[in-house]
């Protein structure tokens, strides 16, 4: 299975709050991050969070981050419609420098 | 002001042909990254390079070849041995070697299409 698991779609409503989760595997990552996709375009790095941190939160948005489950959540506050979107969360490989392994996204819809 | 820019945005390809994705960068990374990613899917490597002159298979090169001669650039060449080449082409580059928190910077893709 793939070393990052995300569930494939959420749908809220203009103003609600958004919640997207996402599962690792490798207990020593350094750091994890949040990118969003938006369509047709590339990917644009949110937020990222280092993994001796619970909790980091930049304006509507709040990582957090459980390392006992290994378990990383993305909430929107006050979630807009230019909120939907792709939303990848990705580990850094032990001993791999600075490779990356993505998560197989999250599609966010909006509704107004 | 540094980033990372593919051309073309929309390329046409016709059965049997290579075609060349370009992939620039002038944020002095070391580097560089190509993935592919079809409709509702994510992220699959094709090839990756950590220092010029160098490069690795990643999950899905078969089809694909790359060349790194210099550190600003990494060009993608989709041959007619790709049997399945339309797809939507990320380029990336990154900080090699220490990790650090910067992560990876992306391109704007490449959507190439069979014709």
């Known amino acids: 299975g793939e070393d990052v698991e995300q569930s494939l779609f959420l749908s809220v409503r203009e103003g609600d709050s958004s919640v997207i989760n996402c599962t690792y595997t490798d207990s020593s990552s350094t750091y994890l991050y949040w990118y969003k996709q938006e369509p047709g375009a590339g990917l644009q790095l949110l937020t990222y969070i280092f993994s001796n941190m619970d909790m980091k939160q930049d304006q509507r948005l709040t990582v957090l981050l459980n390392k006992k489950d290994k378990h990383l959540s993305l909430r929107i506050a006050d979630t807009q419609t230019g909120d939907s979107a792709i939303y990848f969360c990705a580990e850094t490989k032990n001993n791999a420098g600075n490779m990356l392994t993505f998560g197989g996204g999250t599609r966010l819809m909006v509704k107004p | 002001d540094g980033g990372i820019t593919q051309s073309p945005k929309y390329l046409f390809r016709k059965e049997g042909q290579n075609v060349t994705l370009s992939c620039e960068q002038n944020l002095n990374h070391d580097a560089m990254y190509w993935y592919r990613q079809d409709p509702g899917q994510g992220l699959r490597l094709i090839y990756y390079s950590q220092i010029v002159n160098d490069f690795q298979k990643g999950d899905i090169a078969e089809g694909y070849s790359v060349s790194r001669e210099k550190k600003e650039s990494f060009p993608l060449t989709v041959t007619s041995a790709q049997k399945n080449p339309t797809a939507f082409y990320l380029c990336?580059?990154?900080?090699?070697?220490?990790?650090?928190?910067?992560?990876?910077?992306f391109g704007s893709g490449t959507r190439l299409t069979v014709v």
């Open positions: 990336a580059s990154s900080i090699a070697g220490q990790k650090s928190f910067y992560g990876y910077t």
